[in-house]
Nanobody, 125 residues
Framework: QLQLVESGGGLVRSGESLKLSCVGSGSSFEHYAIGWFRQAPGKEREGVSCINVGGDATIYADSVKGRFTISRDKAKNTVYLEMDEISPEDTAVYYC??????????????????WGQGTQVTVSS
């Protein structure tokens, strides 16, 4: 059973940067595409970004394109989400999730078999 643990969330000011980590353990993390999702209070969960198994193909939601960067370190079983030019609209609980497809299929939550517990990101203006 794959387990995912997010970290790196916190309270930051608008315009600052934050880097989230998603560490996988307990199964073959390297065989999963990894996505980042977020859920703000009173809103539905939305997909933010995803990186394929090979680490060479990524997708981003329009709302974060050009500001967020996803990457993966295979040796550390870790996927990162670097968040630059962060704004109050980015305030949410951020989750990473694992999909057994080689390439990212999009942001349908049902496609992701494993989820982390989430990390809170709060951006003050």
């Amino acid at each position: 059973q794959l387990q995912l643990v997010e970290s790196g969330g916190g309270l930051v000011r608008s315009g600052e940067s934050l880097k989230l980590s998603c560490v996988g353990s307990g199964s073959s993390f390297e065989h999963y595409a990894i996505g980042w999702f977020r859920q703000a209070p009173g809103k539905e969960r939305e997909g933010v970004s995803c990186i394929n198994v090979g680490g060479d193909a990524t997708i981003y939601a329009d709302s974060v394109k050009g500001r967020f960067t996803i990457s993966r370190d295979k040796a550390k079983n870790t996927v990162y989400l670097e968040m630059d030019e962060i704004s109050p609209e980015d305030t949410a609980v951020y989750y990473c999730a694992a999909d057994l497809h080689y390439y990212c299929q999009g942001y349908v939550p049902e496609d992701y078999a494993h989820w982390g517990q989430g990390t809170q990101v709060t951006v003050s203006s």
